[in-house]
């Protein structure tokens, strides 16, 4: 008797559903910042002697927006299935995506001060595509959804374990049968006083512009010739300081207030930028995840999946590394909100202590036997293009000094603290291989370290050029998905043998090296 295989069971019906109700007063805000591209056609209307046209205009726009938010919010609807999230949008042409829980890298939650008020949230899904037509953003679902949309992705992947790419210790903890999850326990929370600590030792550079134009004016408005870059003006006025000298100075003065108020600003609003970003910073973890919340007026809520994590950065301004303090990035298949400092990944730690940044990396089976670690340097032909240039501008600054104009001894010292520098940042490049780990020391001012698994580079390639080869030195660059190439995946002039060695023993895990 031929035996017949049951039918497979149909799946269920999809439940379309809207975004809340708030979408259209998130549309409406966007109409305040669209108005800027009207500026041209009310220039226009305006210069062609038309100015009462312009209310019209604008009404018009404003009428066209408000239509384009209600028909976006009535024809965008999403379904969740137990292994699937489904998308639909458009009016006459109607578009549906289908993203598998599989394809999911993030759930990403984040709340506005008036999102807070309507119990809404803004859901990124992160599907590794970088933001391509694979992902998803929903601007307002309640709450209670998203977590509960976040709930049956972690259950269908403690349903479906996968192999992780880390090490065999993670693969078998990640594979063991578990009745029910760890429950959650904190890792690391940022407390009030640290917080405040990290904003003074982050101050905004984005104000060092504005201080050299300023500058610049004082210099440009000085009067009876007195120049504040040429040694000989202070000189002459530290020798004889009288009250009409001093008040001749009067631009200068005010440029270093400027100065000083400028570098008080730069604290302050790298003080502000830093609670707003972090206020309440806390990184906590189950089995399978981590789940960091921050955030004063915005709060975000990222969960960073431990298998998916493709490696990690330590770094720190060079202030901070001196204080002993450090910055931990994970670099997993899905963007950070707001961005990283590496331009994608997620921020771990923002302010951490070396025992802290080691208890997160092994709780993520990411931390390598450091005393171990035999560094190697690049060769320190790595400083050359720079060192090229050091030196054009020496011979431009040699070239104008015997005018006797401050700009030949400005080139000569612009040249050769670039040459230092240049010198200094080749030999702070350096690699090591422990264990299946690579790592990747680089950077002078702001020091870093990477930590790349074996199994998560995917790609190497080894290139030179004919100054290089003559020397028989190459670079090494890293392929690893989800990202871009970072300055941090490169090894830069290193020996083409000791490059076809380390690519040998990447790839094939040969343990001869």
Not at 114 to 136: C, H, N, P, Q, Y
Not at 440 to 454: D, H, K, N, Q, Y
Request: proline share 6%; aromatic share 6%; charged share 15%.
């Amino acid at each position: 008797m031929t035996s017949i295989s049951p039918l497979p069971t149909p799946a269920p019906p999809l439940l379309w559903q809207r975004q809340h109700i708030s979408a259209l007063l998130f549309g409406l805000f966007d109409l305040v910042k669209n108005l800027t591209q009207l500026i041209p056609a009310i220039a226009a209307l305006g210069l062609s002697g038309h100015a009462r046209y312009i209310p019209w205009a604008i009404a018009a726009y404003a009428l066209l927006h408000i239509l384009r938010v209600l028909l976006r919010w009535a024809t965008t609807l999403y379904a969740v299935q137990p292994d699937a999230l489904f998308a639909r949008h458009g009016l006459l042409s109607r578009h549906q995506r289908h993203i598998g829980f599989d394809q999911i890298q993030d759930i990403s939650i984040e709340q506005n001060i008036i999102s807070r008020m309507f119990g809404v949230a803004k859901l990124s899904v992160e599907t590794g595509a970088g933001g391509g037509e694979d992902d998803l953003g929903l601007n307002a679902i309640t709450m209670p959804k998203a977590m509960a949309l976040r709930a049956a992705l972690h259950q269908h992947r403690a349903a479906t374990p996968t192999e992780t790419h880390t090490d065999t210790q993670h693969s078998a903890a990640s594979t063991a049968p578990t009745d029910t999850p760890d429950a959650p326990h904190s890792l690391y929370t940022l407390s009030r006083h640290h917080l405040m600590l990290s904003g003074l030792l982050s101050p905004s550079l984005g104000l060092l512009a504005a201080l050299a134009a300023l500058l610049g004016a004082a210099e440009r408005i000085q009067p009876f010739g007195y120049d504040i870059s040429d040694p000989r003006t202070w000189a002459r006025l530290t020798a004889d300081a009288g009250f009409g000298d001093w008040l001749r100075m009067a631009p200068i003065t005010i440029a270093l207030w400027l100065a000083l108020i400028l570098g008080l600003l730069m604290l302050l609003t790298g003080t502000l930028s830093t609670i707003f970003r972090d206020w309440d910073y806390r990184l906590t973890s189950d089995e399978r995840a981590l789940r960091r919340t921050r955030g004063l007026t915005t709060r975000t809520d990222v969960v960073i999946t431990i298998d998916r994590i493709q490696s990690a950065t330590i770094r720190a301004s060079w202030l901070k590394h001196q204080l002993g303090w450090h910055e931990l990035h994970l670099r997993s298949l899905a963007q950070d909100i707001g961005g990283t400092a590496d331009g994608g990944g997620h921020q771990a730690l923002p302010f951490a202590r070396s025992d802290t940044v080691d208890h997160v990396l092994g709780h993520i089976h990411l931390c390598p036997p450091w005393p171990d670690v035999i560094w190697q340097r690049s060769h320190i032909a790595s400083a050359l293009p720079a060192c090229a240039f050091a030196l054009l501008l020496m011979l431009a600054g040699a070239a104008l000094f015997p005018a006797h104009t401050p700009y030949g001894a400005a080139l000569l010292a612009t040249g050769l603290a670039i040459a230092i520098l240049a010198v200094l940042s080749a030999q702070r490049r350096q690699h090591g291989v422990t264990g299946s780990w690579l790592l990747i020391r680089r950077g002078l001012f702001a020091p870093s370290i990477t930590i790349i698994p074996f199994a998560s580079v995917q790609s190497i390639t080894i290139s030179d050029t004919s100054l290089s080869r003559y020397w028989g030195l190459a670079t090494l660059a890293l392929g690893i998905p989800g990202s871009s190439r970072y300055a941090d995946d490169i090894i830069p002039a290193i020996s083409r043998s000791h490059a076809m060695a380390l690519r040998a023993k990447i790839l094939n895990q040969d343990p001869s090296l």
